[in-house]
T-cell receptor, first 115, second 107 residues
Framework: NAGVTQTPKFRVLKTGQSMTLLCAQD?????MYWYRQDPGMGLRLIHY???????AKGEVPDGYNVSRLKKQNFLLGLESAAPSQTSVYFC??????????????FGNGTRLTVT | KQEVTQIPAALSVPEGENLVLNCSFT??????LQWFRQDPGKGLTSLLL?????REQTSGRLNASLDKSSGRSTLYIAASQPGDSATYLC??????FGAGTILRVKS
């Protein structure tokens, strides 16, 4: 049981390049989340998904797109990377919603630098 | 805007002290509360989950309480150790995080 796995762990992009971050979970969780963490700040929600084929915007969605084609995978895309997207990206998942006492499970993060 | 405030922002204490970390929420509609720790350069590790029917939860030297009426949670760390040094986080309903409390326990 691997839990939540993020790939890649590190990446350096040039401004304008595109890339996709992959999050995979093997716990059959319905809910999946993408956050970014910048120095001195807490995590901020980018997008989340409440089930296969559905996605929703979080607090800071601009410049990112997501897809949830399979229940176990949640992809975060950057179509045209900008230096402001330099950050550490965390993926998390949970079983059902709040009110059902489900804890968040986090991946180990992807450190992205945009030059 | 829903916010999470964590007090203190940073704390440096000698080993052995008992500590209290606080979390408050602008919106008191809280279903459950999960405390995390984050070591520098690492991911988030779950410490405690207070479920919707509970008011507190204990694990070893850690005790967390939740007062839904006031929108506040407290994490109590007994007999602190250098290994407790980390940033502590308490997101509201998984969606909103505060900046965290940076704890340093000196040996």
């Amino acid at each position: 049981n691997a839990g939540v796995t993020q790939t890649p762990k590190f990446r350096v992009l040039k401004t304008g390049q595109s890339m996709t971050l992959l999050c995979a979970q093997d716990m059959n969780h319905e809910y999946m989340y993408w956050y970014r963490q910048d120095p001195g700040m807490g995590l901020r929600l980018i997008h989340y998904s409440v089930g296969e084929g559905t996605t929703a915007k979080g607090e800071v969605p601009d410049g990112y797109n997501v897809s949830r084609l399979k229940k176990q995978n949640f992809l975060l895309g950057l179509e045209s990377a900008a230096p402001s997207q330099t950050s550490v990206y965390f993926c998390a998942s949970s079983y059902l919603a709040d009110g059902f006492n489900s804890p968040l499970h986090f991946g180990n993060g992807t450190r992205l630098t945009v030059t | 805007k829903q916010e999470v405030t964590q007090i203190p922002a940073a704390l440096s204490v000698p080993e052995g002290e008992n500590l209290v970390l606080n979390c408050s929420f602008t919106d008191s509609a809280i279903y459950n509360l999960q405390w995390f720790r984050q070591d520098p350069g690492k991911g988030l590790t779950s410490l405690l989950l207070i479920q919707s029917s509970q008011r507190e939860q204990t694990s070893g030297r850690l005790n967390a309480s939740l007062d839904k009426s006031s929108g506040r949670s407290t994490l109590y760390i007994a007999a602190s150790q250098p290994g407790d040094s980390a940033t502590y986080l308490c997101p509201r309903n998984k969606l909103v995080f505060g900046a965290g409390t940076i704890l340093r326990v000196k040996s």
